[in-house]
C-alpha cells in the first residue's frame, strides 16, 4: 500500500506524444517503468500524474501518486527516477523530489 502523494519533476521526450501535454489533467494515469521494469508484484502500475507548472517548454512540476493505492507496492520514494509510458512507448522521465503535503483531490 501506498497513499503517498509525490512532487515530481517531469521532463517529456520531445515529439513523444501525438497531443499536446495533459496539463492540469486530473484523469491523466499513465504507467511507469522503472530500472527497465514495468511488472511490479504481479502487475502493471498506473500512477496519477497531475502537471500543475511549466518549468519550461518540456519540463513540468507534476503530483504523482498511484491510481490504486490501496493495492499498490512500495516502489516510489524520494529521489526515484523513471520513466512515464503511454503504452508500450516512453514519453517522459520523472523524479519524485520530496512527498507532498499537497491537498489537491486528485
Known amino acids: 500500500m501506498d497513499l503517498n502523494t509525490y512532487k515530481a519533476i517531469v521532463e517529456y521526450i520531445p515529439y513523444s506524444r501525438k497531443t499536446t501535454i495533459p496539463f492540469k489533467n486530473k484523469n491523466y494515469a499513465p504507467q511507469i517503468e522503472i530500472n527497465g521494469n514495468k511488472i511490479f508484484s504481479g502487475s502493471a502500475w498506473s500512477v496519477i ?8 517548454t518540456n519540463t513540468y512540476y507534476a503530483y504523482i501518486k498511484f491510481l490504486n493505492e490501496e493495492k499498490a507496492p512500495n516502489i516510489l520514494y524520494e529521489g526515484l527516477n523513471f520513466y512515464i509510458c503511454e503504452g508500450p512507448k516512453r514519453v517522459a522521465s520523472c523524479k ?4 507532498s503535503k499537497s491537498t489537491i483531490n486528485m
Not at 519524485?96 to 512527498?99: D, Y
Open 96 to 99: 519524485l523530489i520530496e512527498i
Open 49 to 56: 500524474c497531475y502537471i500543475y507548472e511549466a518549468i519550461d
